[in-house]
């Protein structure tokens, strides 16, 4: 079944690539489909299009359907074009004349737009929470190891003292700004465009306001020829906020896969957490966050693709939209899952205690060295001649007593300022 069928077949190529994927990529927004459904059967009802017995009977319809998508059994074969073909096929099968009348004032272009903003809405509601949870695991582990130094680099070369709790809560407050961004993306997508139809709106005297209430958006996308044009726009500023989310969590993992190395030592994982080699018995590969780190970084180039499929399309639709989906909807379930994982297996990581007096970290205190003199007087560029000449000559002999006190610094962590951040 095609909503657009006129009386004859297209060709079974045409139709196979027309189609492509969509029948199982449309599983995800199925729920959403009917939610758009409901409140569009709502609104013509509340204009005279249809009966309240016929909306009775459209309610019922539609959430048996819903029941169906919920437990898993809800299957769209290849006899049907898309999940909205087959939700319509499913109401005029139970109900008659009465499910031929679902997709009055509507076209098939805004029912799969209002279904993807209601699936971007409530996915980007549920990795918000994902990141949350993540974010306080991040500070307690902070909280944890806030006394247990690490060695910190600049271009991969010791530079100066850091702290585990530096290094935890430093990603847990880099998730805020990525947030931040989720958040500003979940009001761009809160906006109703139900009612836009092919693009151009409809000539029957639809209530906007009402499915906007029904669906629990906040506003609507007023222009109608706007609504249609934020598809392509919606994906690409989606795609910019899972990117940076999916940046901070990538260089996280790569710091994981480094300090977990022979040359580092820092941490470990238990044995259960890690794959082996099939040649070398002793080996524990960090598979998991290598994988992480691969996944986020294919999620960072999402947004390129949705640029370049949308980036010079006039207004109006188009078929290159049905590109977007897919691998949209794969970020949202990959990043998900990065999400997941990544809590699950850093709440196992077992800090070690680094030994600073190993002579590789013998420079680590030379700022620190450098300080010290400063506070007995010296100039700044003076002490550091001093301690570089101490450097030089291989006399110098580090000071590991040094506090750091100031905001920020890993004597002085601020967790609960830094919690207090997350946006609400």
Not at 152 to 172: D, K, N
Request: with cysteine; hydrophobic share 40%; glycine share 6%.
């Amino acid at each position: 079944m095609k909503l657009w069928d006129k009386g004859y077949a297209i060709d079974k190529k045409i139709e196979a690539f027309t189609v492509g994927n969509d029948r199982e990529i449309d599983l995800h927004i199925a729920k959403y489909d009917v939610q758009a459904s409901l409140a569009h059967a709502v609104m013509l009802e509340a204009i005279g299009i249809i009966t309240s017995e016929e909306l009775s009977q459209l309610k019922t319809g539609l959430n048996s359907i819903a029941t169906s998508i919920e437990e898993g059994v809800f299957t769209i074969d290849d006899t049907f074009e898309d999940v909205h073909s087959k939700i319509e096929f499913e109401l005029t099968k139970t109900l008659g004349d009465v499910g031929k009348k679902i997709h009055t004032a509507r076209s098939r272009n805004d029912q799969v737009l209002v279904a993807l903003h209601l699936y971007y809405k409530d996915h980007l509601k549920q990795i918000k929470t994902k990141a949350h949870t993540f974010f306080e695991t991040l500070l307690s582990l902070a909280e944890t190891h806030k006394d247990q130094l690490l060695p910190g680099y600049t271009h991969l070369q010791v530079a100066m003292p850091s702290s585990f709790g530096l290094w935890f809560s430093a990603y847990a407050e880099l998730l805020i700004d990525d947030v931040h961004l989720l958040n500003a993306v979940s009001k761009i997508v809160d906006q109703n465009p139900l009612g836009s139809a092919a693009g151009y709106g409809s000539s029957f005297p639809i209530d906007r306001q009402i499915t906007t209430e029904e669906l629990q958006f906040s506003t609507l996308k007023y222009n109608v020829v706007a609504a249609q044009l934020s598809r392509g726009k919606n994906e690409r500023t989606i795609a910019s906020a899972l990117g940076a989310l999916s940046n901070t969590m990538a260089r996280f993992a790569m710091d994981i896969c480094i300090y977990m190395s022979q040359n580092f030592r820092f941490i470990s994982f238990p044995d259960e957490l890690t794959t082996g080699s099939s040649i070398m018995p002793h080996k524990k590969n960090p598979d998991v966050f290598e994988l992480i780190r691969g996944k986020c970084n294919k999620i960072q180039a999402l947004h390129t693709e949705m640029l370049l499929i949308t980036n010079n399309l006039p207004s109006g639709y188009h078929r290159d939209f049905q590109l977007l989906k897919e691998n949209m909807i794969n970020a949202f379930e990959d990043i998900s899952d990065i999400l997941d994982i990544f809590n699950f297996a850093i709440q196992q990581i077992i800090v070690k205690d680094i030994d600073l007096n190993d002579e590789k970290y013998k420079y680590l205190f030379t700022v620190d060295s450098i300080n010290n003199l400063v506070v007995a007087g010296m100039s700044f560029r003076e002490a550091y001649q001093n301690i570089g000449d101490q450097v030089q000559n291989n006399t110098y002999q580090p000071d590991l007593g040094k506090k750091h006190t100031h905001i920020g610094s890993m004597g002085n962590l601020c967790l609960e300022e830094i919690r207090a951040k997350f946006p609400k």
